[in-house]
């Protein structure tokens, strides 16, 4: 095994799971590098000695790639590629006992608010002054920005808040310094994350802050996108709604997962909300927000899921029309309420039930992409894939909404750059155009 001292030390980070986990990461390497330590994220060149997984735990297949992925670097350290392996996140939070008996060559287990006992083990120091600073590992024009930690919710299927803990809302004038910051590095679009989002202030001012929040930060100069990620719908602070509408740097997009529409699964699932209140809200967010993109998120195959309580989840897919939809299938989570239920959904059934809903969404989206054939659309550009520039209008969010293409053979943009592009073509989640400036 090759020896190193401290100073040569090179640490690569691997972040699995969601946003929230990635800016968890990219705090971790703005301490690392601030105590001198030489730190990557998920570098290509493999030549770190040192390799810190910040894990994810919170369903089946999430859970399976983050012990996959611990195994693998395990098996480096045994072939001696790599000297030490500490593993963090949501999994180890959840069973830190178990998986240090399971895993013993793992050098240390850290939970998800450890992050100064993991800089100690490094021989580092945790950093007060770096609050509201982080190295960015997205492209530099767009970052997440967590908002607050934790959840107060009581959703039967979810085993977040066992992991994260109750919400904690970070304070505007921080958030606020974090954006300036962020925008001094070249970010012009950020993407506000959180557990639940709509919850932002409770905790902190005793009244729900989202809208002041947002305020405050469209106010902060250069930042040309704001985007509302993880939006829970009962008790949705309307004012934010209004504060959209005044900037035009606040897209016209809310996130907000809805998991499911009967009455009977909504109750089951102990989401506080009613059918008719939800399809009262997304009728007044579209009243209010003209044009306004809605992205939610429906889980199919939790306890006592009926095939009528599908059929019922199909039509209103099909007749809501969201411009983006995210399908999750039932994951049966020890120490959840719905842990408790009997998983009564045989997998198969989950697995069809979230394809039939993905196919209806496909001919929803096809048709909604059709109407924006002629028209022109600011265009945030991203990355460059097979002979074409790649972008986003403000009504899509990255690495999860649809895409704006534009041929390299006749058009030239720098990254990170916006162009107006005129769509020529749509497919079900692709427009294809052309830059007209
Ligand atoms: S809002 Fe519900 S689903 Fe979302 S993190 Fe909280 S408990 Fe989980």
């Not at 640490?11 to 946003?19: D, E, K, V």
């Not at 790639?65 to 045994?78: A, G, Q, W």
């Amino acid at each position: 095994m090759r020896a190193r001292n401290h100073k040569q030390d090179k640490i690569n980070i691997i972040t699995l799971g969601c946003s929230k986990n990635l800016v968890d990461s990219e705090v971790m390497m703005s301490q690392l590098k601030a105590n001198d330590l030489e730190v990557s994220h998920e570098a290509e060149k493999d030549d770190s000695n040192i390799v810190i997984i910040n894990t994810c735990g919170f369903i089946d297949n999430a859970k399976k790639e983050s012990i996959d992925t611990i195994l693998d670097y395990v098996d480096r350290k045994e072939q001696g590629a790599i000297d030490r392996v500490y593993v963090t996140g949501c999994l180890s939070h959840r069973y830190k006992e178990d998986l240090e008996k399971e895993i013993p060559e793992v050098d240390a287990w850290f939970g998800t608010l450890e992050l100064p006992r993991l800089l100690n083990t490094l021989g580092a120091d945790y950093k007060h002054e770096l609050i509201g600073e982080r190295l960015i590992t997205t492209p530099t024009h767009y970052a997440y920005m967590k908002i607050s930690e934790g959840c107060n919710r009581p959703c039967s299927f979810c085993a977040i808040p066992l992991m994260r803990g109750n919400h904690v809302s970070k304070p505007i004038e921080q958030l606020v310094k974090e954006a300036e910051h962020l925008v001094k590095n070249g970010t012009k679009e950020i993407m506000l994350i959180a557990q639940d989002s709509t919850y932002y202030g409770l905790d902190l001012y005793n009244e729900r802050k989202l809208g002041q929040l947002m305020d405050a930060l469209a106010g902060v100069e250069g930042l040309d996108w704001i985007r509302l990620h993880y939006a829970y719908p009962s008790q949705f602070p309307m004012d934010a709604l209004e504060v959209m509408k005044k900037h035009a740097n606040i897209c016209k997009y809310i996130d907000m997962p809805l998991q499911h529409i009967t009455d009977n699964m909504l109750k089951a699932m102990r989401r506080g909300i009613s059918k008719r209140r939800t399809l009262e809200l997304i009728d007044t967010i579209r009243k209010e927000v003209p044009g306004i993109a809605l992205r939610t998120t429906m889980l199919v195959g939790h306890p006592g899921e009926t095939e009528e309580d599908f059929e019922e989840l199909k039509a209103f897919i099909r007749e809501a029309k969201f411009e983006r939809l995210g399908v999750f299938t039932y994951s049966h989570e020890e120490n959840t309420h719905a842990g408790t239920l009997v998983d009564d959904v045989p997998d198969e059934v989950k697995e069809q039930r979230a394809a039939e809903l993905m196919e209806v969404q496909e001919e929803v989206s096809f048709e909604l992409n059709q109407e924006k054939v002629g028209k022109t659309y600011k265009v945030l550009f991203d990355r460059v894939e097979g002979g074409y520039f790649i972008g986003r209008t403000e009504f899509d969010s990255p690495e999860v909404d649809n895409e704006v293409l534009v041929s390299k053979k006749d058009h030239f943009v720098r990254l990170g750059d916006f162009a107006n592009v005129k769509i020529s073509q749509a497919s079900a989640f692709d427009l294809y155009g052309d830059i007209v400036n």
